[in-house]
């Protein structure tokens, strides 16, 4: 009897081994995320890489001396850029299949459309004006009524020396109120001595959130979120929103180009100020295709973070900000 039995076993143990096989459950799809801020550029040759925290410590310079040389020193494994367009698409595209992602993309009108193509729906289409030399209202607003662009974005007058509430720029934000469009503007730091190196007219004191107050009085059913958070003017950006309910922030840039404890110390502070359902997850990406995997570890390993406010940043304050529907990301 027992020689029977061990048998029988014996030959029903591939028919088990196959069974399981054929109704194991699938892998299911991580957690859906969703990237408020990227760039679509075209690729230059020679773009440097990148070291991720880069600002952690400033570099002395000296005005008769050429700009320091900063973003690839300091860490041993630097982030490489893209060497081409088609290089950053697929290896962007991958990314967000893999990390099933959504992001909101502003730039470069023909990359936008290229990775529109390929990623349908997981890409919303931004359109920006910084001031009024950009684009006549007329053409800002036939863009808008085209239905290809969800978002005003990137909208950064700091760099023109220009507030978000300069009438020159009043009847571009009427047009986007008009149409229910959402509007990103950039408020805060442009990095490392954006004044001497690259952008003359910029201002730091152009980034202080509370310039945004007349443009959201004049617009009340505008809906901004301010980019890079208002940093590092956390004060300022606190008693905007808690003045207007419909302010919403993105982390993007600042949460790779500061030091990792000085980014989780201004994070922490507005999770702390009560609007953990008001920050969004963002890259502010470029060039460099592992900005994501850097920027999401952040969030990652925030012990100050519960898991349900991690989600939040990471999907569902933008779900609620932009009015997307959640069940088409799961």
């Not at 860490?75 to 060497?83: E, K, T, V, W, Y």
């Not at 459309?113 to 931004?126: E, L, M, S, T």
């Not at 922030?249 to 008001?278: C, P, T």
């Not at 973070?305 to 939040?312: C, N, P, T």
Request: hydrophobic share 45%.
């Amino acid at each position: 009897m027992r020689k029977f039995t061990l048998l029988t076993a014996c030959a029903l143990f591939p028919a088990f081994l196959y069974a399981q096989t054929v109704t194991a459950p699938k892998k299911s799809a991580p957690l859906p995320i969703i990237d408020v801020h990227v760039h679509a550029m075209k690729v230059s040759p020679g773009m440097a890489p990148l070291c991720p925290w880069f600002l952690r410590d400033m570099p002395g310079s000296d005005p008769n001396s050429a700009p320091p040389s900063f973003l690839s020193t300091g860490c041993a494994i630097p982030l490489q850029p893209a060497h081409s367009d088609k290089e950053m698409q697929d290896s962007l595209m991958a990314t967000m299949k893999r990390l099933n992602m959504t992001m909101v993309v502003y730039g470069d009108a023909g990359i936008i459309r290229n990775w529109k193509k390929v990623a349908g729906d997981r890409i919303i289409p931004g359109i920006g004006v910084s001031s009024p030399s950009d684009m006549t209202v007329m053409a800002f607003t036939d863009s808008l009524s085209s239905g290809f662009y969800k978002v005003m974005g990137e909208v950064a007058p700091q760099y023109q020396g220009l507030s978000p509430s300069d009438m020159s720029l009043d009847a571009y934000f009427a047009a986007a109120e008009k149409n229910n469009i959402p509007v990103g503007i950039h408020m805060g730091t442009g990095g490392n001595g954006m004044a001497n190196l690259t952008s003359p007219k910029y201002r730091a004191s152009k980034g202080d959130p509370l310039l945004l107050e007349d443009l959201l009085a004049r617009h009340p059913k505008l809906k901004v979120w301010v980019m890079h958070a208002g940093y590092p003017m956390v004060d300022n950006m606190i008693a905007l929103m808690g003045a207007n309910a419909y302010v919403y922030v993105d982390i993007a840039g600042l949460i790779w180009s500061y030091s990792q404890v000085e980014v989780n110390a201004y994070l922490k502070r507005l999770v702390q100020a009560g609007f953990g359902k008001r920050i969004m997850y963002g890259t502010d990406m470029l060039i460099w295709p592992k900005l994501v995997e850097t920027s999401l570890s952040v969030i990652e390993n925030a012990d100050y973070l519960s898991y349900d406010q991690k989600r939040d940043i990471l999907f569902n304050n933008a779900v609620r900000f932009f009015r997307l529907d959640p069940d088409k990301y799961k």
